[in-house]
């Protein structure tokens, strides 16, 4: 007989933030002649700083970009590579051909995953009826590696054709890929690829977009930019046709509640921007409860911080940057780090009816290389699964202590299921 491992544990661990600091970082461009940067940014100065003194491509995807805190990388694809940064010294680490076993594409929307260090992101490719020769867009939700630029694909089928500009998140405790195809927030369960949520948006207080969202661990919401449209009436006397051109816009900050798809502003005020970047320029200081993102203003580029308490401004700084023009793909280093699954696999399973077992130690816990069982009665099995169930090694033994090496797994949740003399028992281990 089998028990199901599932729902949500009653730990919740939210990020380390003051580990790593609340660093920004993102790609800084110049046109003549075109270059791209990874640089450093102080949001209430403005001013950018390039980390290397040499470019790293000519052009950016504007749809993606990934900042490991782990490995101290920062990934982008530019020149028709997937292109890791040091974070230290600005210079190119690795340049990998995106490749799919399943046929050309494309790989957007991706970022990196802080609970169990992949990266995530949408495959996007055409697909031929053999029949009829027809061709139909399908999409994916899959992981990327960056050594490698191998996608591998996690959905079973297509989850849709297309996206809208507006951002992706990624919720590490709930295990879901977040993106907008307009009308909807789409959410994707990272452990199958299958549609998690696709609730359709909604504006009780006023909004026609949902646009630049991003996930904040430390109150575990979504929020972005609600916008307002507005138009003029505008009469061609030689066509005598009048159509409707754009004038103005109102912005606010707000939340959305990704299961229903409701939109919520933060305050009735508007932000008070002239435009702003639909390019994933927006992130979160976790520690500050600063929702950032850049936009225009009389000044130039500019970046805006927005209190996610009150919904109002708290600082505008045109960018300086004397080597660069723009910059884009926002991410701060200490954003989710560290954040752990509380949504298991639903198809974790472990065997129950679990006899207890006889004074059984395990530590240390959390733990970093290695984790020692120890018990009274002599080991006889000891077996590490993943939190979706999946079975990482079996031990067989006969001693009252095992050493266990932990080295090559990756941050997040595991199960040891020991058996000695005695009995049988789970124990839930961290890293």
Not at 165 to 175: E, N, R
Not at 221 to 250: C, E, H, K, W
Not at 278 to 306: A, K, R, W
Not at 396 to 413: A, C, P, V, W, Y
């Amino acid at each position: 007989m089998k028990i199901v491992i599932s729902g949500f544990l009653i730990i919740t661990s939210l990020s380390t933030f003051s580990q790593l600091g609340n660093t920004m970082f993102g790609l800084a461009r110049t046109t003549n002649p075109a270059g791209v940067y990874v640089a450093t940014m102080n949001p209430a100065t403005g001013l950018a700083a390039n980390l290397g003194q040499t470019s790293v491509s000519s052009s950016i995807n504007l749809t993606g970009a990934a900042l490991n805190p782990y490995s101290n990388q920062f990934c982008f694809i530019g020149d028709n590579g997937l292109k890791s940064i040091d974070l230290t010294t600005g210079q190119m680490t690795n340049n990998a051909t995106v490749n799919n076993s399943n046929g050309l594409g494309y790989f957007d929307l991706f970022r990196f995953n802080t609970s169990d260090s992949l990266m995530y992101g949408l495959s996007r490719r055409n697909i031929t009826n053999p029949q009829t020769g027809v061709v139909t867009g399908a999409m994916y939700l899959a992981t990327i590696d960056a050594y490698t630029g191998t996608i591998n694909e996690i959905s079973s089928s297509s989850i849709g054709q297309g996206f809208a500009y507006s951002g992706s998140a990624i919720d590490p405790h709930q295990m879901v890929f977040y993106y907008s195809n307009g009308a909807q927030l789409v959410g994707l369960d990272m452990y199958n690829g299958a549609i998690f949520s696709n609730p359709t948006l909604s504006y009780p207080n006023g909004g026609q977009n949902f646009d630049n969202f991003t996930y904040n661990c430390s109150d575990t919401s979504l929020y972005g930019l609600v916008r307002t449209n507005y138009y003029s009436q505008v009469y061609n006397p030689q066509t005598m046709i009048t159509s409707q051109v754009f004038d103005s816009a109102n912005v606010h900050l707000g939340r959305v509640d990704a299961m229903t798809g409701t939109v919520t502003k933060i305050n009735t005020q508007p932000i008070g921007v002239m435009s702003f970047s639909l390019n994933g320029s927006s992130t979160i200081d976790p520690e500050n409860l600063i929702y950032y993102f850049i936009g225009g203003s009389s000044n130039g580029i500019t970046i805006y911080g927005v209190s996610l308490q009150t919904g109002l401004l708290v600082s505008q700084q045109a960018i300086s940057n004397a080597n660069a023009l723009y910059f884009d793909m926002i991410r701060i280093q200490s954003d989710c780090y560290e954040s752990l699954p509380t949504r298991l696999q639903l198809t974790a399973e472990i065997e129950d009816q679990i006899l207890k077992t006889e004074n059984v130690l395990v530590y240390p816990n959390p733990f970093l290389d290695q984790i020692t069982i120890s018990s009274e009665s002599v080991l006889e099995r000891i077996e590490l699964f993943q939190a979706s169930g999946s079975i990482i090694s079996v031990n067989e033994i006969s001693s009252k202590e095992f050493n266990l090496d932990t080295n090559h797994l990756l941050k997040g949740i595991y199960f040891l299921q020991i058996t000695n003399s005695k009995g049988k028992e789970i124990v839930k281990i961290l890293k």
